[in-house]
């Protein structure tokens, strides 16, 4: 069944100038793939998965701050693993409309003048440690807050999101109807089923495709094959369990799909340019610096 993107209006804003939720939901209430013409800050306080932006597929875990630009589609996939005792996760976010940033700074200067020289990102953004650590912090301020003072927050907030320079690349628009729907099969599939084997015949049978017109259509989309692209996916989940969980080497290799851990440690390694053992030391050591 192909997944279809949803069209997600956001609640009625015609007496606010931006949505804000501190949401906790069941994982099975989540929202599915959709999109809507809001720039989406979100804020994860409870729970881990896997986050579909555009083109791109990420890992996300608990602290992740991420931006979502208009009318890109998206969807934020929890582990029902990682949820609370009741079966809940938790985040914090802030819907608001490119329009609402261009009048605010029409009307104020102030603002103007600190997102002057912005270049508006086309892409998905992730952003680092100290930006996310200041996001967070202004999310949670806003509880409790009445929309006044929540707006009086948007104002600072609004230079933060658009001048941080520590931001990483999330995910990219894709523009084309068929591609798109192709993609968000391989991509919601692979999700899906990386943690066993996954056939090539499988997949391409998903899209409606044979092996070979598969092989070749997704390389010329990705710039990679699909193993590379599972492998790529495999540890990139992997680098995530090594920074945020004390899961051992083993035990984290055969949850992202390896049944053979020394393979698992040759491929990481290869591609990493580290052993997982040292990646993981190397990333508790910046963490404490």
Known sequence: MEDVIIPYTLPETENHSFFFIDQRIDTRLEAKLHMHDAWELYCVLQGEGTRMAGDTLLPFTEGDVA???????????????????????????VAFSHSFVRHCMAVFPELRNRLANVTFPAEALKFGTESARAIRHALSAMKGKDELERLCDMFRLLPVIFTAKDCTFAGSPVRIEREVRRMQQDSAYVMAHYVHPILLDDI???VGMNRSAFCSWFKRCKGMTFSQFVTQYRLNTACDLLEHSQKSVSEIGYLVGFCDIPH?????????????????KEHLTKAQV
């Open 264 to 280: 698992f440690v040759r491929v990481f390694t290869k591609e990493k340019g580290v052993s997982p053992g040292k990646y993981r």
């Open 204 to 206: 391409a049978a998903e």
């Open 67 to 93: 931006l979502i630009p208009p009318s890109m589609h998206h969807h934020w996939d929890y582990n029902p693993a990682s949820a609370d005792d009741e079966g809940c996760i938790r985040y914090l976010m």
